[in-house]
């Protein structure tokens, strides 16, 4: 059985994942930011995490880790004209430099692993380009060029790879779901004919986790019922 630390696992695909890596017999160490998850014996070790501070302890995890999986994301829609540098920034200390941060604090317990492996997140909106998505494509952008220069600077020791999901019905998502109205529009966008579950998400992260991953690294999964790629 394995050990992975998933970074944002108190809501969403990061909630599911680590749920069914439990489920699975794993050993997992979950962060939370805002919404504390109540917790059972049977639930994951829950430990309070803010990625954009600058001095967070990982005292409380284990010498070996097996894996490593960031979640904090956003997903900010506005005209380009509208956004300030600012705001672009913002989302970029989140993504990006909150991934780069964990993932330099976790690399010496990675390297002790022998199937080590980190799963990070982008969207569908950077392989296709969708109006108003400038902000959060410009990161997620960031995290596709990361995943494949750290996969090479750590091959063969630790595989990295990504999931580029589409609409999910997550928390982070919920003002595009929040009427039956936009749900069902939403899911006839896709040629799927559906928006994602966080269990699509995590089943694609738990593969990329797994030893059935262990020939994987350096790729983009889009996970998005055939938004990027298909036209029905
Ligand atoms: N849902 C979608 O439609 C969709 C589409 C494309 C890409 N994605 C990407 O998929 C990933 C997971 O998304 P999701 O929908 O599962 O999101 P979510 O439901 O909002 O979950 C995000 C997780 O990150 C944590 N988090 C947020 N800010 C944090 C911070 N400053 N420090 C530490 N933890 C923080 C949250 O903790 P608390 O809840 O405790 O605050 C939560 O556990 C994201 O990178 C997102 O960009 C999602």
Same mark, same amino acid.
């Given at each position: ?7 944002? *696992?108190?809501?969403?695909? +990061?909630?599911?994942? !680590? $749920? ?46 097996? +894996?490593?999986?960031?979640?904090? +994301? ?15 920034? !913002? ?6 430099? #909150? ?24 969207? &569908? ?12 494509? @410009?990161?997620? #952008? ?6 494949? *220069?750290? @996969?090479?600077?750590? *091959? ?27 749900? $069902? *529009? ?15 998400? @995590?089943?694609? @992260? ?9 020939? &994987? ?16």
């Amino acid at each position: 059985m394995s050990t992975y630390l998933i970074i944002g *696992a108190s809501s969403g695909i +990061g909630k599911k994942l !680590a $749920e069914q890596l439990i489920d699975s017999g794993h050993s997992v160490f979950a962060t939370y930011f805002k919404n504390k998850p109540e917790t059972h014996s049977d639930k994951p070790d829950y430990h309070f995490l803010n990625v954009l501070d600058e001095n967070n302890s990982f005292d409380f995890l284990p010498d070996a880790l097996d +894996g490593l999986v960031y979640c904090p +994301g956003s997903i900010n829609l506005r005209p380009f004209e509208r956004i300030k540098p600012a705001d672009f920034v !913002a989302d970029f200390n989140l993504q990006v430099l #909150g991934a780069i941060k964990i993932i330099q604090a976790a690399l010496p317990r990675l390297k002790k692993s022998e199937n080590a492996s980190i799963v990070l997140f982008s969207t &569908v909106a950077v392989q296709t380009g969708f109006p108003f998505h400038t902000q959060v494509s @410009a990161s997620k #952008g960031a995290i596709e060029g990361l995943t494949h *220069a750290l @996969a090479a600077e750590y *091959a063969p020791k630790i595989r990295v790879n990504c999931i580029a999901p589409s609409l999910t019905d997550t928390p982070l998502a919920s003002s595009m779901l929040n009427t039956d109205q936009k749900r $069902e *529009a939403n899911a006839l966008r896709h040629p799927l004919k559906n928006i994602g579950t966080p269990k699509n998400i @995590a089943d694609m @992260a738990e593969f990329l986790l797994s030893e059935k991953g262990s020939w &994987v690294s350096g790729q983009i999964f889009h996970v998005d019922g055939g938004m990027s790629s298909l036209k029905v």
